[in-house]
């Protein structure tokens, strides 16, 4: 299964205490350059950094055509991150993006490329049997302590599905 990640499902992930659930559902995640920028170049974030570049379920690659990345970048008003993931997803006709970002999501699936975010990659992990309904529900509170933002309506999604 070929998995490409934007950032924030990886921070969202670390500030859960779920990162290792990467690596239990894809195996390997490739995460375009200008990600891995953003996960590590933030020296107030030294020890989420660390924490990636010693991740040895990341792979790190280069996006072929940058040029690509520029015009969405410049059509879409998305970041670097965002822009290559998409890009990167493409190239490499991944199973899944990785993507929490609103209009990122619209962007890749115009684009045809399938997405889950945190919240579904905490659902496979609960359908999965890796979380219980109580390991989702602490991830969850950890989410919103650390302020990450989850809608209501996703919210509310999510609690029928674990039970919570």
Do not use: W
Not at 94 to 108: F, N, P, T, Y
Request: charged fraction near 30%; hydrophobic fraction near 40%; include cysteine.
């Amino acid at each position: 299964m070929i998995v490409v990640s934007d950032t924030i499902p990886i921070i969202s992930l670390m500030k859960a205490r779920q990162l290792e659930l990467l690596r239990q559902l894809f195996g390997a995640v490739y995460i375009p350059e200008a990600v891995y920028r953003e996960l590590t170049d933030n020296e107030a974030f030294s020890e989420e950094a660390r924490m990636v570049q010693e991740c040895e379920f990341f792979y790190v690659q280069k996006v072929d055509n940058g040029k690509s990345v520029i015009i969405l970048q410049n059509f879409t008003g998305l970041d670097a991150g965002e822009s290559e993931a998409i890009i990167l997803a493409d190239e490499m006709n991944s199973d899944v993006l990785l993507m929490d970002e609103h209009k990122g999501r619209q962007v890749a699936k115009k684009l045809g490329i399938t997405i889950t975010g945190t919240i579904g990659i905490l659902v496979q992990a609960f359908d999965e049997g890796m979380l219980t309904k109580e390991d989702v529900g602490r991830c969850i509170e950890r989410l919103k302590e650390s302020g990450i933002r989850i809608s209501e309506k996703l919210y509310q999604r999510l609690s029928p599905k674990t039970g919570k």
